[in-house]
């Protein structure tokens, strides 16, 4: 019973600022030029997750393009990948 009401406890603001840094976000590991499509190869999970890509969304950016050029080690967020319009 102990362990339910651990999993259902609200976090603290120290504890949310410090789960932000040790959770791993996507990073690019070489220059890219713009409207590169993306590849496992051109990326790299590193720390901190803040503004970033989450690594669990990886495949959401896998095959899409970015809209500009991009140096390694550059923290890639969801701006920086184009996303094909519906028609």
Do not use: C, M
């Amino acid at each position: 019973e102990k362990l339910r009401d651990f999993k259902n406890r609200k976090l603290t603001y120290e504890e949310k600022k410090t789960k932000e840094i040790v959770k791993k976000s996507i990073f690019i590991n070489k220059n890219l030029s713009k409207n590169h499509k993306l590849k496992k190869e051109d990326l790299i999970a590193l720390r901190p997750l803040k503004n970033g890509i989450p690594i669990q969304d990886i495949d959401k950016i896998l095959g899409k393009k970015i809209n500009k050029k991009i140096y390694k080690l550059y923290q890639l967020q969801f701006k920086d990948v184009i996303w094909k319009k519906k028609e």
